[in-house]
């Protein structure tokens, strides 16, 4: 078992071709995952194969698609300030399911969202452009297509642009500080219930590690501590989820990062399917 979990960011607009923006590269990363015999399913879905029936995942040709943040660009096709209009990751998903053939699976794509709304309002304007592109309105319509779920990116990131007044000693724009249970309960189960109370999922149970990191407080106690409740956690480390994979310590592949181009996606795809 080898399967390449791929991670988005819907905010990685920096030109309109592939090397340069997120959304090119997924409509291309589509066609080349069809071409090759590639199934796109539910991250909950491989996560709950792989937990209770993993043999159910050898010899298929399987991909997760992922994206991080959850800002608007996943949802809803808005019109870049300086590279005009972006197709959404959603609307774009939506585009490929409609020209499938052959009773193919629809390809799905996990939105890992920023959970706290101010938060959001504060990075809208921080890491944006101010226009109120961080919503999360989009969150239950989204996860009704079927073809996007919602999971849990944490309350704030920790991010470096945000401050916080009950946490003063605490160093952001790293999520290696968050190794007490206070601040995993504030980072992380506070997040958890937000998304349980207002969209139920098993997605929910799903964490992506801001800036992909982890420690070892959160991978070896606080997480297996809590697996009744989270049942898996992805950090950025470029490598196969195996059979031998650390539940607590999911790899993910980044577009931008680990593949630049369609010639390096395909070789992805190629390294999967090697013994």
């Not at 809803?76 to 020209?99: C, E, M, N, T």
């Not at 607590?248 to 592949?253: D, H």
Request: hydrophobic share 40%.
């Amino acid at each position: 078992m080898k399967i390449p979990v791929l991670l988005y960011h819907g905010m990685n607009v920096h030109g309109n071709a592939y090397e340069t923006n997120d959304h090119v590269a997924l409509a291309s990363d589509l066609a080349d995952l069809a071409r090759m015999g590639f199934e796109a399913m539910p991250l909950h879905r491989l996560v709950q194969a792989w937990r209770s029936e993993p043999a159910s995942l050898e010899g298929r040709r399987l991909v997760a698609l992922t994206c991080d943040d959850g800002s608007d660009f996943d949802a809803r096709d808005l019109d870049h300030p300086k590279w005009g209009v972006q197709r959404s990751f959603l609307d774009i998903l939506r585009d490929f399911a409609k020209r499938m053939r052959g009773g193919r699976t629809a390809p799905h794509m996990t939105s890992f969202v920023i959970v706290s709304p101010e938060a959001r309002v504060k990075l809208d304007r921080t890491c944006m452009v101010g226009r109120g592109w961080w919503n999360e309105d989009w969150w239950a319509s989204a996860a009704a297509t079927g073809l996007m779920a919602i999971a849990n990116h944490s309350w704030d990131h920790n991010h470096e642009s945000l401050s916080d007044e009950r946490w003063p000693g605490v160093r952001r724009g790293s999520f290696t500080p968050i190794d007490s249970e206070a601040l995993a309960d504030y980072q992380i189960a506070q997040a958890e219930r937000y998304l349980r109370a207002r969209l139920p999922s098993p997605s929910a149970s799903l964490f992506a590690y801001p800036y992909g990191e982890t420690n070892e407080f959160l991978a070896a106690r606080w997480f297996p501590e809590r697996s009744g409740r989270f049942a898996a956690a992805f950090t950025t480390e470029p490598a196969y989820l195996t059979g031998e994979s650390d539940p607590w310590r999911m790899p993910r592949f980044t577009c931008g990062l680990d593949w630049k181009t369609p010639r390096e996606f395909r070789a992805l795809l190629e390294g999967a399917l090697a013994g």
